[in-house]
């Protein structure tokens, strides 16, 4: 039999130990949070996503940290038409960006 929490979790998301306590996070001097608007600037260059993303007008979902304490800026891009996928936490609709990746608009 399952305990509430056991039927809570979800075995494929790998941020849920980090979703108990919201991380903090300031650009530019100012609190970074769910909600707030973005502009983009992925600066690895490794895929055609990054050069896509750039310049795009973002909407900040969650600041997740991972288990070497890095910070991401978790988004959704505000022209995708499958963004509300992104807001479900569905695969392939967020994206995940280092903070000196962001800026505000």
Wanted: charged letters at 30%.
């Amino acid at each position: 039999m399952m305990s509430e929490r056991d039927e809570a979790s979800n075995p494929f998301d790998f941020w849920q130990d980090a979703k108990e306590a919201p991380i903090k996070a300031f650009l530019d001097g100012r609190a970074l949070h769910p909600g707030a608007h973005v502009l983009l600037h992925p600066k690895k260059h490794q895929d055609i996503f990054d050069a896509v993303l750039a310049g795009k007008l973002a909407t900040v979902e969650s600041i997740q940290e991972d288990w070497e304490g890095r910070i991401y800026v978790v988004v959704t891009v505000d022209e995708d038409p499958g963004r509300d996928l992104g807001q479900e936490q569905l695969v392939g609709h967020r994206f995940f960006f280092d903070l000196d990746e962001v800026s505000w608009p």
